[in-house]
């Protein structure tokens, strides 16, 4: 069954590095997410993107944040600054097509120390 | 704006036993409504979706839940635990405030089985 892949796993990274959390959707979704979860919290929206375009960002979702698909496969999301409350889960998912019927699929997720 | 309240974050159930898990939500538009499971280090898998169909939904792994507009609940049920259903399970929300398609999380309840 084909899978949202995410890496790495884990990263650790200090306080105002740049770090790229990397997805691979499902081959033929149109639609990719990044969602975050810090510990103990809500799974949080951040972005959605649609054609090589965010479609819906979030108000956590600021300059400091940006979100690429580089090539036919790849959807990655940079932190360009990373801040303490930056660390987190973060999770990828894709879509068919847009609509809420539509199932999200969703990786296993990278968590991202900042210290 | 919507959101979604489970009402417990933390059930305990023996194995052979029912499992409830609650939720409510809050929407202005008709939502769908989605229950999600996570493994441990496992990404989120969807067990379940109602999206104006059939009130009560069957989802995978003997899971059910039923959709009551009266009172904008959606509560997860299973007849028989079983010790693999042990895992975080969260309810959510998503759709059409304004055409997103975002998913938007309710706080998650992590269920213990034991035998």
């Known amino acids: 069954e084909p899978e949202v892949t995410q890496t790495p796993s884990h990263q650790v990274t200090q306080m105002g590095q740049e770090v790229i959390l990397r997805c691979v959707p499902i081959s033929n979704h149109l639609y990719f997410y990044w969602y975050r979860q810090i510990l103990g919290q809500k799974v949080e929206f951040l972005v959605s993107?649609?054609?090589?375009?965010?479609?819906?960002k979030s108000e956590i979702f600021d300059d400091q944040f940006s979100v690429e698909r580089p090539d036919g496969s790849n959807f990655t999301l940079k932190i360009r600054s990373t801040k303490l409350e930056d660390s987190a889960m973060y999770f990828c998912?894709?879509?068919?097509?847009?609509?809420?019927?539509?199932?999200?699929?969703f990786g296993p997720g990278t968590r991202l120390t900042v210290t | 704006a919507q959101s979604v309240t489970q009402l417990d974050s933390h059930v305990s159930v023996s194995e052979g036993t029912p499992v409830l898990l609650r939720c409510n939500y809050s929407?202005?538009?008709?939502?769908?409504l989605f229950w999600y499971v996570q493994h441990p280090n496992k990404g989120l898998q969807l067990l379940l979706k109602?999206?104006?169909?059939?009130?009560l939904v069957k989802g995978i792994n003997g899971f059910e839940a039923e959709f009551k507009k009266s009172e904008t609940s959606f509560h997860l049920t299973k007849p028989s635990a079983h010790m693999s259903d042990a895992a975080e399970y969260f309810c959510v929300v998503s759709g059409l405030e304004g055409g997103s398609e975002k998913l938007v999380f309710g706080k998650g309840t992590k269920l213990t089985v034991n035998p």
């Open positions: 929407s202005s538009y008709s939502p769908s």
């Open positions: 993107f649609y054609n090589n375009e965010i479609s819906e």
């Open positions: 109602y999206t104006s169909a059939a009130t």
């Open positions: 998912a894709s879509i068919l097509e847009a609509g809420t019927f539509y199932e999200q699929y």
